[in-house]
C-alpha cells in the first residue's frame, strides 16, 4: 500500500515537472533589462510557441472591440508566443516572461510569474493593440526596476465600438494602475491613477506612441 502512493505522489511530482513551458525554451530568450516599457515599435526579436496545456491557468482572450467588452476565442486556441523575458530584481520566482495571444488584427499580451518547472504561479493582462492604419494601443505595459508593473489603459465609453468602419472620434478615460511582484511572484494590485476623460480622434489615436505620454490632466 506504502509503495502504490509512493508511486503515485511521484507521478504527479513528474507530470508537474513537465507541464510547464519548457525551461530549455524560456532560457533561449535573451533578459530584457528593467527598467522597460512595451510601447508601440517594441520589437520581438524571437518567438516561440507555448501550448495551451503548457499555459494552464491562463486561458487567452481577444477582444475585437476597443473597450474590451466582447471576448471571443483566438482560432490558435492551442497557445500563445513567447516573446520575452524579464529581468528579476529580487524574489523568489525564477522567470518573468511575456506571453503574446495573436488573431488577425488583434493582439492580448500576458505577464506571467513561471516556477523552477515553467509553471504558472500567476498572470497580468498587460496589453491590448489593434493593427489599424498603425497600431491602436488600449493598454501597455511598464515594468520598473523595484519590480512594479505599470498598466497603461484608455478606457473607451463607447463599448461597441469596432475596429471597422474606421471612427472619427472616441470618448475615453486614461486609468494608470499600479502591481506590485511580490517575492513569492503574485501580482497584488497597490492603487490606480485615473485622469480625466477627452475625446480623441482616430488620427490621434492611431499616431500616439505611447498612452503614458498623452498629456492627459488628472
Avoid at 31 to 47: C, E, F, M, S
Avoid at 85 to 91: A, D, Q, S, V, Y
Avoid at 116 to 140: C, E, H, P, R, T
Amino acid at each position: 500500500m506504502k509503495t502504490n502512493i509512493f508511486i503515485f505522489v511521484m507521478l504527479i511530482m513528474t507530470a508537474n515537472a513537465f507541464a510547464g513551458i519548457p525551461i530549455e525554451t524560456i532560457k533561449k530568450v535573451s533578459v530584457t533589462q528593467t527598467p522597460y516599457l512595451d510601447g508601440k515599435g517594441a520589437i520581438r526579436h524571437i518567438n516561440y510557441f507555448v501550448r495551451s496545456e503548457q499555459l494552464s491557468p491562463i486561458h487567452p482572450v481577444m477582444y475585437d472591440d476597443f473597450g474590451c467588452k466582447t471576448e471571443f476565442t483566438p482560432s490558435m486556441q492551442n497557445g500563445a508566443m513567447l516573446v520575452r523575458r524579464l529581468e528579476i530584481t529580487h524574489g523568489n520566482y525564477p522567470y518573468l516572461v511575456a506571453l503574446d495571444c495573436q488573431e488577425s488584427d488583434y493582439c492580448h499580451t500576458y505577464l506571467a510569474t513561471l516556477d523552477s518547472y515553467g509553471n504558472v504561479i500567476d498572470y497580468l493582462s498587460a496589453g491590448i493593440d489593434f493593427a489599424m492604419d498603425n497600431i491602436i494601443a488600449v493598454k501597455q505595459w511598464e515594468l520598473l526596476t523595484d519590480m512594479t508593473v505599470v498598466v497603461y489603459q484608455l478606457k473607451i465609453d463607447t463599448p461597441s465600438l469596432r475596429t471597422y468602419p474606421r471612427f472619427e472620434r472616441v470618448r475615453a478615460q486614461r486609468i494608470d494602475i499600479y502591481y506590485k511582484i511580490t517575492d513569492s511572484g503574485k501580482f497584488q494590485k497597490q492603487r490606480e491613477v485615473s485622469y480625466l476623460s477627452k475625446d480623441y480622434t482616430y488620427a490621434e489615436l492611431d499616431n500616439m506612441k505611447n498612452i503614458k505620454e498623452g498629456g492627459e490632466k488628472r
